[in-house]
């Protein structure tokens, strides 16, 4: 995307003008309207202060200055062979750019016709600004002048931290670990008030001595801080914006360099509040990280928010070592990605243009009328454009739906809607690992001829030799074990095309996902009658809403008489008394008619799933309007929230009465979510949204497979959002599914090997948490060209080697060599305890 910001002329003014000719709306780089430039009154003295000011009408993102002379049709021969800037976030407090080294003077014409850009080290983040020319000696000045940036639509107008530590250690330099460019105050070892170095778009590297800043200290790209000096264990950081927001997550970039002592956090604690003046909430969001004593490489930890509405936040980052470093921290609040993700072209020709384009409104009447004309002109090219593209993408829908096993040579471009208004001046820093990716994610190849004919089966499956004893199992468990499924059981021998759907109709009604089944069976199912019966509705009770669509919502009710109404059919355990919960997706009235279609296709759809681990529906209210569908509610919730709040079990977690799990009850929950989707897989029906979040239990722990995951805020951040029209979950998604819309049960199989890494890192990261949900997508083009390139998802400490080969080949890049839903339960069955 990219953004032109059109400044008019009533948002630039000056502190003073030579001539009416010479006013400040004359300032526009490359124009020779009026005089050809902005000319302050009378010659200019060193000592001097004339300034240029554009308001750019919300907080802006300014990485680059250009400027001119007047030229004025060789008529003139003024222009400012120095300048400097100030800028203000609030129109009340200025501030002095300094580049990095402390210098405030910006070099700048040596003629008066040549544009000069410079790069702004650090950037500015202000509404207003102001160019001040800067002579030497006494002399006539005019300017013209255009900036380049993006809007800054994280919103965070000013954070406070205690003040950056120095590091010093025997053999080694003296790291300054101070945040240099901070623009705030320093009083009583604290800043406050202003921005810097967590804000400036530059990522410290994995080893923290090591700068991009030329003639800087080691540690220039980090600030940070000693556990041993502060005291507390912890950091404390506050971050005010500059309006309510909604937040869903935070990002902080935190160096791992364990062997000098710097590990990321431990955890971390964030209290919001509502007004400036209000007091903190006292119910603060609390998240607890994966430390790597294996990987050093500096990351993103990304700190889910909850969607918790604030203007103010206060986080507490604990300590996990002697030291902790961090070089950037944002923020996702509202309309997700909104963020600039390129913060410094390094030259004019990576430059995006951005800001004070000539506003020609402000010159005759005939200018504004063909202003008027060019952009009809230009509206009318553009639908015709964007009508042409839509029928020829119908037209490519079609020919693939008629020949899904024709071969075609050529490439096809493919576009995909950015969920974000980011605004992308040079292609995007990323982790050392990810530095040779192909930044043009967007280019994406039809099928090869072995992806789009059928399968060919393998004769063996590699043996897993290591040993449950070798492999670290421990306690007599016993590994999983592939090699027990034939070689038709243990790779998917064709591949389906019922479910080649288009990503648009992924979510549901009510916010939840939408099982892709054969159109065959969802035929079948029209002739039928819902196999559940009719709940009186009154018996319903309302307690919570859980999650919402665009046409529906879902509700945890109490269900008044419902084990009665079941009878001997009911797949509930034994009650003791107290009210029966369950969960209620309900179809708004204003729903469409094609809405509600769908619904009643869910409906039938869910009341044909009865199987253990698969959540049932048990009832419907359909008589009469609101439509709804009441299915199980587990009281436990879902198990990203359940393993996330707990710990591996070991005597410390028994001495300190921990909540902990075993690697038991991790295999035995693998194997439950297998038996499930195999379940699923020889129905036909694929799930498209296979994740921990949308793995439920019961209080027996018994696991039930949902669908309403992406429905709930809480995993608002999980969500990769196409303009509006629907939400993908990229990052268990597999490279068929991002790249072509293309959902099936291998599919499915490749979600799973995500699901259990979550689980055996206890779902306390985030899947690819050191990639942007751009640098994901670029991934599965990687495993597209499969040249080696592409990232796989490392082994979670716990997790035995067999059991990680296994989730390996769940990511294999041709669907043939995927394990099939039966094979991996006959692997994890053993696990399973009744």
């Excluded at 690697?663 to 499930?676: P, R, T």
């Amino acid at each position: 995307i990219i953004l032109n910001l059109m400044i008019k002329d009533t948002d630039i003014s000056a502190s003073s003008q030579w001539y009416e000719t010479t006013g400040p709306q004359f300032a526009r780089l490359n124009r020779e309207e009026g005089d050809g430039a902005w000319c302050p009154a009378g010659p200019l003295e060193p000592a001097d202060v004339q300034y240029l000011q554009l308001d750019l009408r919300q907080l802006t993102f300014v990485t680059v200055v250009g400027t001119q002379g007047r030229y004025a049709r060789s008529s003139g021969n003024e222009f400012a062979r120095m300048y400097r800037l100030d800028y203000s976030r609030d129109g009340r407090v200025w501030i002095s750019w300094t580049n990095r080294l402390g210098k405030k003077i910006i070099e700048g014409n040596d003629n008066a016709y040549t544009s000069v850009i410079k790069d702004l080290h650090p950037p500015v983040i202000a509404r207003y600004l102001r160019i001040i020319p800067v002579t030497a000696i006494c002399t006539t000045v005019c300017m013209r002048v255009e900036l380049y940036g993006c809007p800054w639509t994280d919103g965070l107008i000013a954070y406070s931290t205690p003040e950056g530590q120095i590091l010093s250690s025997p053999g080694h330099p003296i790291a300054t670990l101070n945040d240099s460019t901070y623009d705030g105050v320093l009083e009583r070892r604290r800043l406050s008030g202003g921005l810097g170095q967590l804000t400036d778009g530059v990522t410290g590297q994995d080893d923290f001595l090591q700068t991009h800043q030329y003639n800087v200290w080691p540690g220039y790209d980090y600030v940070g801080w000693s556990n041993d000096s502060l005291g507390p264990g912890y950091v404390e950081v506050e971050f005010v914006f500059d309006r309510m927001r909604n937040f869903t997550s935070m990002k902080v970039h935190s160096n791992n360099m364990f062997s000098r002592g710097v590990k990321i956090f431990s955890s971390v604690s964030c209290w919001f509040k509502p007004r400036l003046i209000a007091d903190w909430e006292a119910e603060p969001v609390e998240f607890h990280t994966v430390l790597d004593d294996r990987n050093p490489s500096a990351r993103y930890v990304t700190v889910p928010l909850g969607w918790r509405t604030a203007k103010g936040l206060r986080c507490r980052f604990f300590f996990a070592d002697v030291w902790m470093m961090f070089s950037e921290i944002s923020f996702r609040s509202g309309k997700m990605g909104s963020r600039c993700d390129v913060l410094q072209p390094s030259a004019p020709s990576h430059i995006t243009w951005l800001l004070t384009t000539p506003n020609k409104g402000a010159s005759t009447d005939d200018n504004s009328t063909s202003i008027l004309i060019g952009c009809l002109v230009t509206i009318i090219l553009l639908l015709v454009v964007i009508i042409f593209l839509i029928l020829w993408c119908q037209y490519v829908c079609k020919v693939l739906e008629k020949a899904p096993r024709r071969i075609l040579k050529e490439e096809q471009t493919v576009r995909l809607s950015s969920s974000s208004d980011t605004i992308v001046l040079q292609s995007p820093p990323v982790p050392p690992r990810v530095s040779q990716m192909d930044p043009h994610y967007e280019r994406v190849f039809l099928l090869d001829p072995q992806y789009q004919g059928p399968a060919v089966p393998r004769n063996n499956l590699p043996e897993l030799s290591q040993s449950a004893e070798a492999s670290g199992f421990g306690g007599g468990y016993a590994e999983p074990d592939v090699t027990q499924c034939t070689p038709h059981q243990c790779f998917q021998s064709s591949v389906p095309h019922y479910a080649e759907t288009d990503i648009v109709s992924l979510q549901g009604v009510t916010g939840s996902n939408m099982y892709a089944v054969p159109a065959v069976t969802v035929d079948s199912l029209t002739r039928k009658d819902i196999s559940v019966g009719e709940f009186p509705r009154h018996r319903l009770h309302f307690r919570e809403k859980l999650g919402e669509g665009q046409f529906g919502e879902v509700h945890l009710c109490e269900a008044e008489g419902l084990l009665e109404f079941l009878g001997e059919n009911t797949p509930l355990p034994e009650w003791d008394g107290r009210p029966v919960l369950v969960a209620v997706k309900q179809l708004r009235p204003d729903a469409t008619n094609n809405a509600r279609n769908d619904f009643l296709k869910e409906i039938k759809i869910m009341s044909r799933l009865k199987d253990p681990n698969i959540i049932r529906l048990l009832c419907v209210c359909v008589s009469s309007d609101p439509l709804c569908m009441v299915t199980e509610y587990m009281e436990n919730g879902d198990l990203n929230m359940f393993l996330s709040q707990r710990e591996m079990e070991s005597t410390l977690t028994h001495a300190n009465n921990i909540p902990s799990v075993s690697m038991s009850d991790l295999l035995h929950m693998s194997a439950q979510i297998s038996s499930g989707m195999r379940y699923l897989a020889s129905l036909n029906f694929v799930h498209r949204d296979l994740a921990t979040r949308n793995c439920l239990l019961d209080r027996r722990l018994t696991i039930k497979i949902a669908d309403f995951g992406m429905s709930r805020n809480l995993y608002s951040s999980d969500y990769y959002r196409i303009q509006g029209r629907a939400v993908l979950p990229i990052r268990w998604m597999a490279w068929e599914s991002i790249l072509l819309g293309k959902f099936t049960t291998a599919s499915d199989v490749w979600a799973f090997g995500v699901t259990l890494w979550e689980i055996f890192t206890l779902c306390k990261e985030q899947p690819y948490s050191l990639l942007t949900d751009e640098q994901v997508i670029e991934n599965s083009g990687e495993f597209f060209r499969s040249q080696g390139r592409q990232i796989f998802l490392s082994a979670p400490p716990p997790c035995p080697p067999s059991l990680f080969e296994l989730m390996m080949r769940c990511w294999s890049r041709d669907i043939s060599n995927r394990p099939s839903f039966n094979c991996l339960y006959q692997a994890l069955r053993p696990h399973v305890t009744h």
